[in-house]
């Protein structure tokens, strides 16, 4: 190009235009940052398709690329809007079909004159038809349970369908060589995009905040929970005392209006009901012979027993299957108590109370006014106190059991009991994943945790800690730390929002002393996709098979617990065939021999490179077995954990 040429250009709408799209892919990049479904992505493909086109017209000047181009741009818009909406899939599909029909129509034009005698303006009007079914997808578009793309495509259409059919009309009346529409027309049309990306930081921003303050709500009502059973533990060893106190704890966090809770009595097939509180009629037929009297309902409610399968509650004993009716009267499952109005529902949610995948019993809430539901969130919110619930019921039982056994094992067998419970049984494994693990008390109950957790088919969430100190303490700290993470691992956001998540449910609620140290990673099981933050725990260690070498990645931080407005930051990073990544604690690698030695970084990455074609269960006991053999007779003071994956593209 001359220098002539390079000054029409500066001259020529290109700037300007570039200038707009710049703007938006810049906001577009701001929001990929976050962004685990890809609509950045494919809004900065727009933009770049959209650049490039401008940059090929203003310097290689072609007959009919602005048309053709166009289509192909609408085109892209109606994937955009239409694609997230699932019942428009058909009429998409016919949309773009249309336009890549007349896109060859049109280049069959220019190259080998057919259709000659079709006017220009008569494709372009295909881009007013394509603007206009964006808007009127736009209207028809119900508004449910969304995800960040349709919710984006629900909050802008109104303001691409706007430009873009401007864009199109003035594209057919002026042409696209008028001046007008080139330095103006053209520009303006492209500001849809940054105004789009805006929509979505304040999308990303709402969610984000709705995200914090559900889960700070759930943790909120976890330590509630907590607090009230803790409370009745100080003053009673009544079954029935410790059952009424989380029976209230959920009646309070869920809105509800009465609730119930019934164990299971292994011996005798039945269910016997142990706590009562608040106003709860019975969801089923009561028997004819008892009077139709509030006191008597209530009477026979707190004792009721029933056969595992009988009615509603013997149900989901039986089953295992929670019951979550918003609207009891349209629900075919509930049969009326009776016609007066202290019997009747309004709305009712059961679930099991489970141990090990053991039932052990069920709690069930209801709300009895009229036109008062319990919703999705309240149902999530129940299901989680229930479990969290169950764990401190069990290891009430536990204890009674160890403390009827021996009458005084006491901190340190509650303390293993629990962390026997939050421990995996059994680590998944998957065709392209595999997953090993070992943890080892330095005496008889451990500080650290360790854990994997199924967010979707397609991605796991691996997690190891170590939290200061020992005994009961430390294990109903990692029980909140494990039931803060199976709350809020499955979401979009990025692992590092997840620790920042877990701190801020933590900071407050325990001691100074008992901080803990987190180490995570978010895995795609597919295409070894990894993301990795780091709560001041030891760094995560990455073989890697193609250069034969481990990398050491680590984030400096400050542990869960210390600070709650901390922002922790993540590392992203791709294990492919062969590589593998080990979380450990610092009983690990400051192990000591009987000559005061460290095992040390240094030998674990070499025990992992050494048997690095190893299966991940295969690894974890070849440093298992390296490091007592490093150790010796020598006493150790911290609990030793592993956790291996490893990639099998």
């Not at 008597?296 to 009615?311: D, K, N, P, W």
Request: hydrophobic letters at 45%; aromatic letters at 10%.
């Amino acid at each position: 190009m001359t220098f002539n040429t390079y000054i029409q250009v500066i001259a020529s709408p290109l700037p300007a235009r570039l200038l707009v799209l710049a703007c938006a892919a810049a906001i577009f990049y701001a929001l990929r940052r976050k962004d685990t479904e890809g609509r950045a992505g494919a809004y900065i493909a727009l933009i770049g398709f959209l650049a490039a086109r401008n940059l090929l017209t203003a310097v290689i000047p072609l007959p009919g690329l602005d048309p053709v181009s166009d289509l192909l741009y609408f085109a892209f818009v109606l994937y955009l809007f239409i694609g997230p909406n699932p019942r428009a899939r058909l009429k998409l599909w016919a949309a773009l079909a249309v336009n890549l029909a007349v896109i060859s129509l049109y280049v069959a034009r220019m190259v080998a004159g057919i259709a000659k005698g079709v006017p220009e303006r008569a494709f372009i009007l295909v881009l007013v038809a394509d603007a206009l079914a964006i808007a009127i997808n736009g209207f028809a578009a119900v508004r449910g349970k969304e995800t960040g793309a349709k919710t984006l495509a629900s909050d802008a259409w109104a303001i691409a369908a706007v430009a873009l059919f401007f864009h199109a009309v003035l594209a057919s009346t002026l042409g696209y060589g008028n001046e007008a529409f080139e330095r103006l027309v053209v520009p303006f049309s492209y500001a849809w995009l940054a105004l789009a990306a805006l929509v979505g930081l304040r999308i990303q921003d709402d969610e984000t905040l709705a995200a914090v303050s559900y889960y700070e709500e759930s943790i909120d009502s976890l330590y509630n929970l907590s607090f009230r059973v803790g409370t009745v533990l100080k003053g009673s060893f009544s079954t029935e005392d410790v059952l009424g106190g989380m029976n209230e704890a959920m009646i309070a966090e869920t809105g509800a209006d009465g609730g119930t809770i019934y164990l299971v009595d292994e011996f005798d097939d039945i269910i016997v009901a142990k706590a009562y509180s608040g106003n709860f009629p019975p969801p089923f037929p009561l028997p004819e012979s008892l009077p139709r009297k509030s006191a008597r309902v209530e009477s026979y409610m707190r004792h009721a027993q029933f056969i595992l399968g009988e009615t509603i509650f013997g149900e989901v004993a039986k089953t295992g299957k929670n019951i979550f009716a918003p609207d009891v009267a349209a629900d075919s499952r509930f049969s009326p108590a009776g016609e007066e109005d202290f019997l009747r529902l309004s709305s009712f949610m059961a679930v099991p109370l489970m141990v090990e995948e053991k039932i052990i019993g069920v709690s069930a809430v209801a709300k009895i006014r009229p036109g008062e539901q319990f919703d999705e969130k309240d149902f999530d919110r129940y299901k989680l106190l229930a479990n969290f619930g169950t764990l401190s019921v069990s290891n009430f039982f536990s204890f009674l059991a160890a403390n009827e056994r021996s009458g005084i094992e006491h901190s340190a067998g509650i303390a293993a009991e629990i962390q026997r419970t939050i421990i995996p049984k059994k680590l998944p494994q998957f065709p392209r994943l595999g997953i090993g693990a070992f943890t080892t008390p330095a005496r008889g109950v451990s500080g650290d945790y360790y854990d994997v957790i199924r967010t979707r088919e397609d991605r796991i969430v691996g997690v190891i800690g170590d939290v200061a100190g020992k005994g009961v303490s430390a294990a109903l700290i990692m029980v909140m730390i494990r039931s803060i993470l199976h709350l809020i691992t499955n979401t979009n956001k990025d692992i590092a929002t997840v620790l920042d998540w877990v701190n801020r449910g933590i900071t407050g609620k325990i001691d100074m002393d008992h901080y803990a140290t987190l180490g995570i990673v978010a895995i795609d099981v597919e295409t070894g996709i990894m993301e990795y933050a780091n709560a001041s725990h030891q760094p995560l260690l990455v073989y890697r098979r193609y250069t034969d070498t481990i990398e050491t990645i680590d984030i400096k931080s400050v542990p869960i617990g210390v600070e709650r407005n901390t922002e922790y930051q993540r590392k992203a990073l791709r294990l492919n065939d062969g590589d593998i990544a080990v979380l450990y604690t610092d009983g690990i690698v400051e192990a000591m021999n009987d000559q005061g030695k460290q095992f040390s970084r240094k030998s674990l990455s070499q025990t992992i490179a050494k048997n690095r074609d190893l299966a991940p269960k295969e690894i974890v006991a070849k440093i298992r077995n390296e490091l007592a053999s490093f150790i010796g007779a020598a006493r150790q003071h911290d609990d030793q954990t592993v956790l291996v994956f490893k990639m099998k593209l």
